[in-house]
């Protein structure tokens, strides 16, 4: 493989890297692109624009969209959907903070 093919390839392993289109993150989806949009205008994912000004997407994004999606397809406004999202999203940071804290005070009981 080249030289300057290398970064790329090694991009698409990458949850971060935007390799999907706004149609193909649609169809990934099964959704429309105006769902896309409509999650994008809460600030739930902010997509990268390609040098043309297209919508890119990662998969990372695509799974915060599926989530929304999910919540939609059960009655949910869009609005509240990307909500509920960030809500969760803190409280697992949180969680994970928590966890994290007390294994480093548990750490420096056994040190005591």
């Known amino acids: 493989m080249p030289a300057e093919n290398a970064p790329a390839a090694g991009s698409l ?3 971060d890297y935007p390799a999907y289109t706004m149609g193909r993150a649609a169809d990934v989806l099964g959704t429309t692109p105006a769902f896309l949009r409509a999650v994008g ?3 739930l994912i902010t997509p990268l624009r390609s ?23 059960q009655g949910t406004p869009v ?7 960030t809500l969760e999203n803190r409280l697992d940071d949180a969680l994970r903070l928590n966890r994290e804290m007390r294994r480093e005070l548990d750490g420096r009981g056994a040190d005591t």
């Open 13 to 15: 392993d990458d949850d």
């Open 79 to 85: 609005e509240a959907a990307c909500r509920i999202i």
């Open 41 to 43: 205008e809460t600030g």
């Open 51 to 73: 040098e043309g000004g297209h919508r890119r997407y990662s998969r990372r994004q695509l799974r915060i969209a599926a989530r929304a999606r999910e919540l939609v397809d």
